[in-house]
């Protein structure tokens, strides 16, 4: 079954926004992954969904590389030749995000009001509190 890819998402989503994050080398999604019980030498960890106001309730989709090969040169070239689509599974577990800490180096999530008509801030100045 083939689907967009994953957006976050609440009952009414109130806001909306981006995310951002950094691992420390690169390779501690795999890590994380392992740690979860996910083989990695099958499934090629490529997104990470937190949920939960309590962030409790993690999801990682992998691609499986019995069908793409294993490197991401490999899985690039794959997802390029068919559609920009990739065979993966989403693995559901719960950890905390004191565990996720350990693996990731920097992590940034903004979020907007959602008006409809608003496209651009204007900022006046900016206010430290602390």
């Given at each position: 079954?083939?689907?967009e890819?994953?957006?976050a998402s609440t009952?009414?989503?109130d806001m909306k926004g981006t995310a951002a994050a950094d691992w420390?080398?690169?390779s501690e999604i795999f890590e994380f992954a392992k740690s979860k019980g996910i083989d990695t030498d099958r499934y090629f960890p490529i997104s990470l969904s937190i949920h939960g106001i309590d962030i409790d309730y993690?999801?990682?989709?992998?691609?499986?590389?019995?069908?793409?090969k294993q490197s991401f040169d490999e899985i690039y070239k794959?997802?390029?030749a068919n559609n920009g689509t990739l065979p993966v599974v989403k693995f559901n577990f719960s950890s905390n995000?004191?565990?996720?800490?350990?693996?990731?180096?920097?992590?940034?999530v903004v979020l907007i009001s959602k008006m409809r008509s608003l496209e651009y801030f204007d900022e006046l100045s900016e206010?430290?509190?602390d």
């Amino acid at each position: 079954m083939t689907n967009e890819l994953p957006e976050a998402s609440t009952q009414y989503n109130d806001m909306k926004g981006t995310a951002a994050a950094d691992w420390h080398s690169g390779s501690e999604i795999f890590e994380f992954a392992k740690s979860k019980g996910i083989d990695t030498d099958r499934y090629f960890p490529i997104s990470l969904s937190i949920h939960g106001i309590d962030i409790d309730y993690f999801s990682i989709y992998a691609v499986d590389t019995k069908i793409t090969k294993q490197s991401f040169d490999e899985i690039y070239k794959y997802a390029e030749a068919n559609n920009g689509t990739l065979p993966v599974v989403k693995f559901n577990f719960s950890s905390n995000i004191n565990e996720l800490k350990k693996y990731m180096k920097r992590f940034s999530v903004v979020l907007i009001s959602k008006m409809r008509s608003l496209e651009y801030f204007d900022e006046l100045s900016e206010v430290n509190i602390d």
